[in-house]
């Protein structure tokens, strides 16, 4: 079974920062494309950024390139999400997801399996 618990979120300022985990079986941890997807208030679920088993590739959404940088660290089984200059606009429901194939992130794919998300709110 594939479980991933995230946690992290919270109340920031426009231009503050804040780091997501999400923590995740060992076997999921090394099999797994593992990423985040967020969905904001009367929006579509949107991809945020995706990073390889390895941890060697990341990819990340344009709105947030420069400012969100995606880790994942294999001796905790944990991935990380540093947000950073966060805007309000950055305000929404954050998923951890995971899937075998990076093709799960493209265009109108979802990821097969998903954590339960975490609320981050950006006031301005």
């Known amino acids: 079974q594939v479980q991933l618990v995230e946690s992290g979120g919270g109340l920031v300022q426009a231009g503050g920062s804040l780091r997501l985990s999400c923590a995740a079986s060992e076997r999921t941890f090394t099999g797994y494309v593992l990423g985040w997807f967020r969905q904001a208030p009367g929006k579509e679920r949107e991809f945020v950024a995706r990073i390889s088993r390895s941890g060697g590739t990341t990819y990340y959404a344009d709105s947030v390139k420069g400012r969100f940088t995606i880790s994942r660290d294999r001796s905790e089984n944990t991935m990380y999400l540093q947000m950073n200059n966060l805007k309000p606009e950055d305000t929404a429901v954050y998923y951890c997801?995971?899937?075998?194939?990076?093709?799960?992130?493209?265009?109108?794919?979802?990821?097969?399996?998903w954590g339960q998300g975490t609320q981050v709110t950006v006031s301005s």
């Open positions: 997801v995971g899937d075998l194939s990076t093709i799960s992130y493209t265009g109108r794919n979802s990821p097969k399996y």
